[in-house]
């Protein structure tokens, strides 16, 4: 090579090193380092090579050669797709030392690249980042190869550093998490090479990956240590505020599957419109092992174990598969191991806890869930559930929720508060025995809420299947069971957030296991309201139909049905004198559904649709007009 031509020769090889480390974060190159580089020259042949791999490119004044071995570029930033936004990635400072030992032996070669004050802005959704990558690939996949001379292949590849790094999401407002601090370098022989990544998070904890090559394939560990937990959830869109709580956790990838362990202690979560006050705090663990081979499209949950409550009291274990060597299809089983309430009662935060006194329940209860079928097929999947409460009910009947099986006083709850006291017994007149109320208003009443009452312990899985099969754009009204009002009206306020259903939930568990099902229902058609400051059948025939309850017709009693979900709203027809047309029909579709279950005969069925429906003191009353009134679509077994 001639000296006219070793200047242009060394400008380049020194461009395609800063490119390399700019672009991929490691690379060097080999040039004879003597004199200055211009930095048009420089920058005439960087950002060209940038732009070949990332897309458009801003590089900016910053640039110079330090005499220690630095050489320091910047800022330079990657435009996003909105052009009044800011750029998707904005990196402050790049700063490159080089190999002292190589310089003096005629090479550059880069020891450490630090990239400083790294900004990146994900956009809303991350779509700004989604599509830088996307850019790249594209721009990967156009790229032509080209051979590369054995003198430029790495001796050793430099350690990248990151310092200052920051994250900036749109989630109903701006929201930005960092700074965190993060080093890649590789070790051990070329043979055996290990590249490992450490990072500092923002808050405290750390994080190292290691990756390294193997046989059949590579193989990598994941490990978090006190991390944050909040902060980082709170870079999810989720409908609660995620506050303190700290994550560990180990995440192992071989060529066969993966195999993890973490845990989450200390979580607080928020959501006034969701919740009355912050739940917490919350633990939570998981460990498991994935197994798969992509040869035959198989994935196999071999374990998973998830637990709730600082010593994990609360257990379940799940295991499936996924193959799609044909149609994809699924299978995953999830079991809650033997509990008792005491146990729960401790795994969970005092926000989510009825009271103590369900703790006293001696005994344990165990459920389980099965789902299964084409994965793109929703309506095909099969749904399995079950809930063993035997070993709880056999110590129940002295439990602390006994007293229901006799008579008690009851106040329901009104807007001030907790209203006049009832006395759910004999003593009070308007009090009905089950054996005494008229069985076409039983049946009308669990036709309209509750069809699988005599079966299920507290809770209709049959629902919980038309939940799970119905399309994602169905408006899916889940109702729920008459055990689960009567928990809510015994003991609950009216708030619709989602530590009441929890609440709920252990209290329909307790009902279920204390009282018998007929006394349940008894208590149930005494207390429930009717209408304004209307409590239980009784008083609900007297001002309805000014009659004994034991009195009421058959369509009667489907009107009564008709007005539980809402019992105010509906009162109107009352106060009017007549049903609109309707309501006529809504009450009509009630008495077709006792019909078809064998709850009428025909001829009732008949009599029933033709039967005057006179309210007390609206005697020949004409019916209002037609309005548009929210109205339940009855189908059998289901509101």
């Known amino acids: ?62 640039f110079h050669i330090g005499w220690s071995g630095t ?154 240590r006190g991390i944050p937990a909040g902060p980082l959830l709170s870079l999810a869109e989720l409908p609660w505020r995620m506050e303190g709580g700290t994550l560990e956790g180990e995440v192992r990838v071989d060529a066969t599957g993966t195999t993890f362990s973490g845990a989450m202690t200390g979580l607080t979560v928020s959501n006034p419109q969701l919740a009355p006050e912050p739940v917490g705090p919350l633990s939570f663990s998981a460990e498991g092992r994935v197994h798969w081979d992509l040869r035959t499209k198989h994935v196999k949950l071999e374990s998973l174990r998830l637990t709730v409550g600082e010593r994990r009291e609360a257990r379940v274990e799940v295991r499936g598969e996924v193959t799609w060597s044909g149609e994809p299809h699924f299978s995953v089983r999830a079991e809650l191991q033997p509990l008792s309430f005491e146990q729960a009662m401790a795994a969970l935060p005092a926000a989510l806890v009825p009271g103590t006194e369900l ?103 049959d629902s919980l299947r038309d939940i799970l099969l119905a399309p994602a754009d169905d408006k899916v009204r889940g109702g729920s069971t008459l055990t689960q009002q009567l928990a809510k009206n015994l003991f609950l306020s009216r708030e619709k957030t989602y ?41 609900a025939a007297r001002h309805y139909f000014g009659k004994d309850a034991r009195e009421l017709s058959i369509r009667e009693s489907a009107f009564l049905a008709t007005i539980i979900p809402n019992p105010v709203r509906y009162h109107v027809y009352c106060s009017r004198g007549a049903l609109s047309d309707i309501w006529t029909k809504h009450v009509n579709d009630l008495l077709a559904v006792l019909h078809e279950g064998g709850d009428l005969t025909g001829t009732e069925y008949q009599e029933a649709l033709t039967a005057p429906l006179v309210f007390t003191g609206h005697p020949g009353s004409q019916p209002p007009a037609d309005e548009e009134t929210p109205i339940r679509a009855l189908v059998p077994g289901r509101d």
């Open 499 to 539: 530590t009441r259903k929890v609440k709920e939930a252990f209290l329909t568990l307790g009902l279920e296991v204390s009282v018998p099902k007929e006394r349940l229902l008894e208590v149930y058609l005494n207390i429930i309201e009717w209408g304004p400051g209307l409590h239980g059948i009784g008083e």
């Open 359 to 461: 703790a006293r329940l001696e005994g344990q209860f165990q459920a389980s869930l099965a789902l299964s079928g084409p994965i793109l097929q929703r309506r095909d999947w099969e749904v399995k559930a079950k809930l063993d409460l035997s070993e709880l009910k056999q110590s129940a009947r002295a439990g602390p929720l006994h007293w229901l099986r006799e008579p008690f006083e009851y106040r329901p709850l009104t807007a001030d508060g907790r209203g006049r006291a009832l006395l759910i017994g004999p003593s009070n007149p308007a009090y009905l025995p089950l054996a005494e109320i008229p069985h076409r208003l039983v049946r009308a009443v669990l036709r309209s809420e509750d069809a699988a009452f005599w079966t299920h312990r507290g809770f209709d899985f």
């Open 71 to 224: 050489v320091t570029l910047g800022p330079v930033e990657l435009p996003g797709t909105r052009p009044e936004g800011p750029p998707v990635v904005r990196i402050s400072r790049v700063t490159v030392h080089l190999r002292r030992r190589a310089l003096l032996s005629g090479h550059v070669e880069a020891s450490r690249v630090v990239l400083a004050g790294v900004q990146v802005e994900a956009g809303p959704r991350g779509q700004e980042v989604w599509a830088l990558v996307e850019r790249v690939r594209q721009l990967r996949q156009n790229r032509r190869p080209s051979p590369v001379s054995s003198e430029r292949v790495l001796r050793e590849p430099p350690e990248l550093e990151l310092r200052d790094v920051r994250l900036a999401f749109e989630r109903h407002g701006r929201v930005e998490w960092g700074p965190l601090s993060a080093r890649v370098r590789r070790t051990g022989a070329t043979e055996a090479a290990q590249w490992e990544a450490t990072a500092e998070l923002p808050g405290g904890g750390s994080a190292v990956l290691s990756v390294q090559p193997g046989e059949p394939g590579m193989s990598g560990t994941l490990q978090g």
């Open 1 to 62: 090579m001639s000296l006219s031509r070793r200047p242009l020769e060394r400008g380049r090889v020194l461009l395609l090193l800063l490119v390399l480390l700019l672009a991929v974060g490691v690379g060097a190159g080999r040039a004879w380092l003597q004199g200055e580089v211009a930095r048009s020259q420089v920058l005439a042949r960087v950002k060209p090579m940038l732009e070949s791999r990332l897309g458009p490119v801003r590089i900016g004044d910053d």
